[in-house]
């Protein structure tokens, strides 16, 4: 200030002594005036301090603090993201992930595990680890395959299956590949009478006892798989005394219908495929439930609870064929008829009288280690806050499309996002976790041990988790499902991809969203359809246990060819070679899939506030409510429990929704400890569904609105405690002690949407009641 | 700005016109400099923003917002505060809530609580409510007194219980005083023999078992207070076989041995004193266990566990004294001899043959209506952290000390504080919330239900709760019981405060800290000692259910005075003429609780950070692990349990304390999200120490470090699960499983020590691995 003090009087002086001219002495005016103007400007701006003064007083100045404090997200950075998207990248990480089997447990995992480990310190991901853990799994024994053979009267082998699928390409003939089975099964030789048993389902063994008179009590049961998991067929079978069972894939639910278009030709599934699966009732090392596998866990001196009792074996539709062939009893009504070219009959019986079947499991569990791959992009304002996203990386054989497709998508974005960080032009605003999960296919045991690990942390820090299994099974639609406050951005970001597909876009469905809603509509919302979903991957345990918004995305086929899954699903046959050459040529879907992952990822990273919409809360409870009442009023009238109090909770939370939306719109987004207070009434929103108490008969899935439904087949299930627990009553477990269960449970529902609710509230006024 | 360019452009003008002397022009010179000098500043301060500008970019100016985002809490206030707690208001606080009895349950007890709410709203609080729980009480039957009486070998009476204390002032000779009982004992009559049982404690019944050959089964027991709660006292009975309970105060225990200075003229219990309370085992109302007793709730069908299955009533040593006269059997050794001028004796037999004892209990559990009141008054920067303090309002009769000295403390600190408030000179940065609990006596029922009901947002929200039940039975010294993370305020703030007694500042301790570090030191920690709290009043909650840190406070007599409790505790002699007259004429006590409550709770409510320190928590921790591991090395070395384990987690989580506060001393606190950061991992650590699952047998009970320790009496408990389940293998319960008890829980705490110790990493470092 001194200095222009000094050059402004050295001005006036000039002036003073030259005399000069008034044009002269104008100039000099004009030129003083100016100088005056610009020094006085340079003081103005620089010497008073703005926080000197009143005026300023209406604000805080904070030093050495970041500028994007209370910024919101950059589109342009989103931009940048989705373009850096590489369709040959995915195509080479996919090639290098399917080159050899890689089943959970094994080397080959362990070493994929240590490639993504290596992917992503190479990319720039500022910590990247693996974390072990100790879990019990399932093998079959090699040197003494599991096989189901009919036996004469003599005992002399009839039939046997094959022990392993046919090789079609070289693609398949690779070392290590593991025989068809079903984890967990028990070990053992079952003899005796086969019943075809039509999906395994509680009406199915209704419907033999009442209308055929078969009681399966001691029997092998014959089912096909489908409707229910297949972990609740088995458990299903044991409940109605079946000694063993065997599962099928229907060339209904796995073909066209040509049994000349199949695999290598086509993506369906050719007589030999079969589908291998787990059997374990829940999820997690069944060892160590609720607590980590870790080196000094207690291990439970029994599984019973989580592993079947009965052996079972799964079969493809070619050996089905020979067993069905030999079934004898009455030939099944046109529902349980499948698409064999047979006439399905119930069994019970052999068509040569003496004959019986022998199913022979050498399948056993062991100890095994298995490897989760986690890398982090620190966040830059709120590192403490973590937007998970993540994957498995186990597979039962292959695995291009489960779970390898996902983990090519996954390894793409990491890729984009690492280099943009690296590069200095970009840090999300909170943490991004990238999850490579293991053992996913025999239980969702990596991620469950993990979550249970870091419970503490992820249930204080954790804001969404953002799931891709198979990034693709289908060029039909995208799809998504999950839970209500990430229907959102899932939507939000899907209005600014470009559709892949060019037959869509000249038909005016630009976006991937348009394709979205022209297929799956969900008219009653006027949005796509997003379903609940049940425990199928790794999202499970961040929705039971943490209570953290869960969801799960992927490109999907047309649900009219009404098969039960992408038909090659746990065969041999998911191959590289299948994607590559027949699924997605030029790999665009996955690159689509790519976009949209690291769009939803980005825009719950770098937002000011959270992009929860709390009113979707509120519209899923609605509808959970109405369906719930329209299917169990009458019961729950004849327990004396009123469903209207189910109803006023319901109202009450939404209206507490609308009111927090409205609070939101006028707050002063300037101050970061409203937008913290914000940010943790959004976080805690899905926690506030948790009891700690877990679900009746289920004590580790504590959300009360979301779960898979057990036993009978209630999907998209309402309540799944009160569902489960009134199903098990109509089942005949009518005791006065199942009838408080459902008592009890129902208060339970009822007080803990009002303790939601009462998160909503103005923070300072949460305990006050209507 | 244009508005500045009209006026420059409008001054040249005229100087070009009027063609005016050279000196004239100078002058017009000198002005224009000024003129534009001045534009400029006004330019350069206002028109062109601050945040455009280069220098500016290592900082941020927030609109809008308070400038006390940032700031800690201000000294002065501190002053102001402490300065206004007045003693007449304490004295005249205590007067009206001491005029009636209130037992929790009643009319008089709702007109206090609606009394609370009065004063608060009058005082300026910014919410105040009530909440209503309908919960299990237990009353006796006013027309059907309890007794104890001995009959004769022909059933006649030949003594008999008086079924009320006597009235000694005025004070007593009120309506509506409950005649002393014991809450939830189960009603009927017992007929036997009476055994003098010592305390009651399970090494009383060893010692009578194996060295007195006396079987308590199907006897009475009479067992004196003290040692352990009544409540075990009457749980180790059932276990024992006993049928009946008589618990009685021993005059060693509650007299000084001069049995002329008692009550009115003394503090000493008179003869016919008796201490009342509850047999409830845990907290909270038994008939919802973890769920609010609101009007939704499901009631169990049993509360089987929480409440005795045999009769007990309680006595004063009056009547005690007439039963030991009575009793037959060999005299006790030493050890359990008391205070009454007889020889006391095992029992087993009267001294006249053919005689028995007789109780006669008609007290019967009843739902009844318990009402907490709450005051908030909203935090100016944080609303929804909630800074609790609380104290139960509900006496078994006056309860001038119990509870309502803390009531009348509690009174006057929302007094000063809320008017502070409302003259606008200071508001909080934390929300503080005033809690008066019902039915505490009972098993800190209200604040259970009140927790329960908002535990969602207690749980993410409550930053401490500071509690005062009594804020005074003595004068001796100021004292605490706490979790770790109190420590520190509570330390700090009695620093700052004078000491109220005068000879003590003579001796040179000029501070309640003095005085406190003189009377109880705490040597190995060079601090003043604090004790950990069992389950005793109404903090138990928020540490149980929510891992909230909470601190006890209170003024109390010297330890050496060897009594279990101020005397007249739970008698009909704890009434305001004691307090006023015998106990703290001025209130000079009270008034120092006041101060103490008052900083203690500022400081919590105000400073920038949370003024928790960590080291204090691995400090504790260290000590427990000592403790558990010399007490029990062996037991766990039989089982084949490695100890070192323990130390090394607990090693592992004092390192981690210490490089947290190494990464807070560096930290930017300028910035709100750094500031929000390490207050979120303050408010995790102590939430990290609970499990879900709770502890052995004790699911409630969900902190693994902090709970009462049951049956044996263990006080202090280092790892209660632990502990409690190790001591009843040594009563005998040597079976498999408890054994994998002890083994389960010893690595849930390993685990869990481990989880808590990831909590205070740096938050995107925390999920790896030594």
Redesign the interface.
């Known amino acids: 200030m001194e200095t222009y003090t000094y050059m402004?009087m050295d001005?006036?002086e000039k002036?003073?002594r030259r005399?000069p001219s008034?044009r002269y002495?104008?100039i000099?005016?004009?030129v003083?005036?100016?100088?005056?103007?610009?020094?006085?400007?340079?003081?103005?701006?620089?010497a008073?301090r703005?926080d000197d003064?009143p005026?300023?007083?209406?604000?805080?100045?904070?030093?050495?603090?970041?500028?994007f404090?209370?910024k919101d997200g950059d589109p342009e950075i989103a931009e940048v993201l989705m373009k850096n998207i590489n369709s040959d990248n995915i195509r080479k990480y996919l090639r290098k992930l399917t080159e050899k089997p890689h089943l959970a447990g094994t080397n080959e995992s362990h070493e994929l595990a240590r490639e993504l480990r290596d992917h992503w310190e190479a990319v720039g991901l500022?910590?990247v680890?693996m974390?072990p853990y100790k879990v019990l799994l399932s093998y079959p024994d090699p040197d003494d395959p599991n096989f189901v053979e009919l036996l004469d009267g003599n005992n002399v082998t009839q039939y046997r299956s094959n022990t392993t699928e046919k090789i079609l390409t070289p693609e398949e003939d690779k070392p290590g590949v593991v025989p068809p089975f079903n984890a967990y099964s028990a070990s053992g030789d079952i003899y005796g009478d086969i019943v075809y048993v039509n999906y395994g389902r509680v009406e199915d063994y209704q419907f033999l006892e009442n209308n055929k008179s078969i009681n399966v009590s001691g029997k092998i049961v014959f089912a096909r798989y489908g409707e229910i998991y297949r972990g609740d067929k088995v458990r299903l079978a044991e409940r109605w005394g079946a000694a063993g069972v065997i599962l099928f894939s229907d060339p209904n639910d796995v073909t066209n219908g040509d049994f000349s278009r199949v695999y290598p030709d086509d993506w369906w599934l050719p007589p030999s495929g079969t589908e291998r699966g787990t059997l374990l009732i829940g999820e997690g090392d069944p060892t160590t439930a609720?607590?980590?596998s870790?080196e000094?866990?207690?291990r439970e001196?029994s599984t019973d609870y989580f592993v079947p009792k009965i052996p079972c074996h799964p079969i493809g539709y070619g050996i089905a064929m020979d067993l069905m062939k030999n079934l004898g009893g009455d030939s099944v009504q046109d529902e349980w008829q499948g698409g064999m070219n047979v006439i399905y009959r119930f069994g019970d019986e052999f068509k040569v009288p003496g004959w019986k079947a022998h199913i022979k499991i050498s399948t056993s569990n062991q100890n095994a280690t298995t490897y989760n791959t986690?890398g982090?992009i620190?966040?830059s304002?709120?590192?403490?806050r973590y937007v998970i996203i993540g994957n498995h990386r186990d597979a039962w054989v292959f695995g291009a499309i489960d779970p390898s497709s996902g983990t090519a998508v996954m390894m793409e974005i990491s890729r984009v996002m690492g280099q943009l960080v690296k590069s200095g032009k970009w840090r999300p605003r909170r943490?991004i976790v990238f999850g490579s999960w293991g053992a996913e296919e025999y239980g969702i045991i990596g991620v469950t041990e993990?979550v249970e690990?870091?419970?503490?942390?992820l249930g204080?820090?954790a804001v969404a988790y953002v799931n891709v299994d198979y990034a693709f099974d289908g060029n039909f639609s995208f799809y998504a499902e999950g839970t209500p406050l990430l229907f959102s951005p899932v939507i939000k970001a899907t209005k600014t991809i470009r559709n892949p597909n060019e037959t869509e876009i000249a038909a005016g469905r630009t976006t991937v969203y348009d394709t979205w809603l022209a297929t799956f509509p969900a008219k009653k919302f006027g949005r796509p359809r997003i379903a609940l979903p049940g425990s199928g991957s790794d999202y499970a345990p961040f929705r039971d246990k943490l209570g953290v918004p869960i969801i799960d995305l992927w490109y999907t086929y047309d649900p009219d060819l009404n098969v039960l899954s992408y038909p090659l699903y746990h065969s041999v046959y998911d191959t590289f070679y299948m994607v590559d050459k027949i699924a997605d040529i030029g790999f665009k879907y996955h690159t689509t899939m790519g976009q949209i992952w690291t769009e939803v990822t980005r825009d719950l990273a770098d937002s000011l506030l959270l992009p929860f919409n709390v009113s979707d809360y509120s519209t899923v409870l609605n509808d959970l409510g109405e369906s719930f009442i329209s299917r169990f009023e009458r019961e729950m009238q004849s327990f004396g429990l009123d469903t209207s109090?189910l109803q006023g909770v319901i109202s009450n939370f939404t209206r507490e929704t609308e009111e927090f939306e409205k609070r939101i719109k006028t707050a002063?987004l300037?101050?970061?400890?409203v937008v913290?207070?914000i940010n943790?009434?959004l976080m805690?929103l899905d926690?506030?569904f948790l009891d700690?108490?877990g679900l009746p008969g289920r004590k580790l899935k504590r959300h009360i609105l979301f779960a898979d439904s057990t036993i009978d087949n209630y999907s998209g299930s309402s309540f799944p405690g009160l569902s489960d627990a009134l199903v098990e009553i109509s089942l005949g477990k009518n005791t006065t002690e199942q009838r408080?269960i459902v008592?009890?449970h129902?208060?339970?529902v009822?007080?803990t949407i009002q303790?939601?609710a009462?998160?909503l509230k103005d923070?300072?006024?949460?305990?006050?009641?209507r």
């Open positions: 402004a001005m006036e002036i003073f005399s008034n002495l104008y000099i005016l004009v003083g005036c100016i100088v005056s103007c610009v020094i006085g400007i340079l003081i103005g701006r620089f008073i703005p003064e005026e300023v007083k209406d604000g805080l100045y904070l030093k050495g603090v970041s500028e404090l209370v500022d910590h680890t974390t609720d607590y980590p870790i000094t866990a207690y001196l986690i982090v620190r966040g304002v709120e590192p403490d943490s993990w690990e870091y419970t503490k942390s204080a820090r109090l002063n300037q101050d970061p400890f913290r207070r943790d009434q805690q926690r506030a700690p108490a408080e008592k009890k129902f208060s339970v009822l007080f303790s939601a009462g998160t923070v300072s006024d949460f305990m006050y009641r």
